[in-house]
């Protein structure tokens, strides 16, 4: 396993349930953190109640361009080098197509297709210029298996599977490594807006899901974790 001691992260939707269990376990394993999220009250507390400084915290909203522009700037004003990318952000809009709004589309692309597009942009010139790093994104397993009612979520996801596995194309002869994390059921704030019958208690408890993500960005320099599939045994009510 690789030491974080000492390693500079970004962890995106750092407010979220995932992102700020991965930032408690990161920074107690010796990383440095930067810390993005789109409420910039609840990043500021978050950011406050586990001592990251205010020049390692910045709240921006992943589907304007000039927002994740200033966030590199602001990332590379506080490091001069990104060892670590975790995009732990997303939004999920489960609903038969018939009742799927075009605005609803269109939204769950910006935010989980577009925004790490735009992350990438921000942030992968850095890493090939030091010819290593590591980004890890959240697909969830309906980026792999779909499910009725997905229509939005798994194309929005589909497609960020396939833009990371043609980037990892484009850096093969870098170590820069690509880790998909397909998780499945996570209890997280996800599923508040979400109707659907589900034992949010059985499901993958937030601290479990991130001590995953913990786990990978401690890969061995001699090798890639290309995909995790994290998925509970059954949440589905009967």
């Known amino acids: ?11 995106v939707g750092a407010t979220g349930d995932i992102g700020m269990h991965t930032a408690r376990l990161l920074q107690g394993s010796g990383a440095s953190l930067f810390l993005s999220g789109r409420d910039s009250v609840a990043l500021q ?28 700037q602001r990332y590379f004003s506080a490091f001069p080098t990104i060892d ?44 090939k210029t030091a010819k290593k790093g590591l980004i890890i994104n959240i697909p969830g397993v309906l ?21 990371m596995q043609s980037v990892r194309e484009e850096i093969k002869r870098t170590d820069i ?21 589900v034992q949010r208690e059985k499901m993958i408890q937030p601290e479990e899901a991130a001590r995953s993500i913990w786990f990978l960005c401690q890969q061995p320099a001699s090798g890639v974790v290309s995909e ?3 998925q509970p045994f059954n949440h589905q009510a009967i």
């Open 177 to 197: 490594r690509i880790t998909n994390v397909f998780m499945g059921g996570v209890n997280s704030g996800f599923w508040d807006t979400i109707d659907l019958r």
């Open 143 to 163: 980026g792999k298996v779909p499910m009725a009612g997905a229509a939005a979520y798994s194309a929005s996801k589909y497609g960020l599977v396939g833009m």
């Open 1 to 11: 396993m690789e030491s974080l001691r000492g390693k500079n992260v970004l962890i």
């Open 45 to 72: 507390s978050f950011a406050q109640s586990i001592g990251v400084p205010a020049a390692q915290y910045f709240a921006a909203d992943l589907q304007e361009s000039p927002a994740v522009a200033e966030l590199a």
């Open 84 to 127: 670590i990318l975790i995009n732990a952000s997303g939004i999920g809009v489960i609903k038969p197509i018939e009742t799927l709004s075009e605005e609803e589309m269109m939204q769950t692309l910006q935010i989980n297709l577009l925004a790490p597009f735009r992350l990438l942009k921000g942030f992968l010139p850095a890493m």
């Open 228 to 230: 995790m599939v994290l």
